[in-house]
């Protein structure tokens, strides 16, 4: 399925930053391409090294037919997305109760050792970004749990989390 490109913004989107959101739109009728907006925020923030700018949010809408602001609404109320550099790698630790009955308090703390940052801040090398604390990523029954650029990494532990943070460019 192939949507059209409003012309304002067509150089913004990648072939397969569209393509990712063309696969989300595909999911849903014709009329209701708005249920999209998650799927193709993720993709425009991926493409742009983790945050999303005014004019990718405004490719977006184009895109996928919306008013600006609706876009905005979106990207301001999840924390899961940017709207300044942070770095390479966003990192966020759930910290809701279950994962916290499971020792994410644990976590948290090994991970600021680790980096050598707190939650909220970026590595001098603007590698890793240890985002605000998650208050629930759904992931429940595996906790505790990290998410490392929209990848779940569930049942931690300090060998575990090592791989992960060790193993990122």
């Known amino acids: ?14 072939a397969h930053t569209i393509e990712v959101i063309d696969d989300w739109i595909s999911r849903y009728p014709a009329e209701q391409k708005r249920s999209a907006l998650l799927g193709a925020l993720n993709a425009v923030q991926h493409q742009n090294n983790g945050f999303l700018t005014i004019e990718l949010m405004d490719a977006v809408a184009d895109y996928l037919e919306l008013d600006k602001i609706a876009v905005y609404e979106v990207a301001s109320f999840y924390s899961m997305y940017e709207t300044k550099p942070v770095a390479r790698h966003n990192v966020a630790i759930c ?32 590698r890793i970004y240890l985002k ?4 629930c990523l759904a992931a429940c029954a595996a906790g505790p749990m990290m998410q490392v650029d929209h990848v779940y990494f569930e049942k931690l532990t300090a060998e575990k989390i090592d791989e992960i943070l060790d193993g990122l460019d």
């Open 1 to 14: 399925m192939t949507t059209k490109i409003m012309t304002n913004n067509n150089n913004l989107l990648t």
């Open 95 to 126: 910290t809701n109760i279950s994962c916290m009955l499971m020792g994410s308090d644990t976590i948290v703390d090994y991970v600021e050792k680790k980096l050598g940052i707190k939650i909220g801040e970026s590595t001098d090398d603007g």
């Open 132 to 135: 605000k604390e998650e208050e």
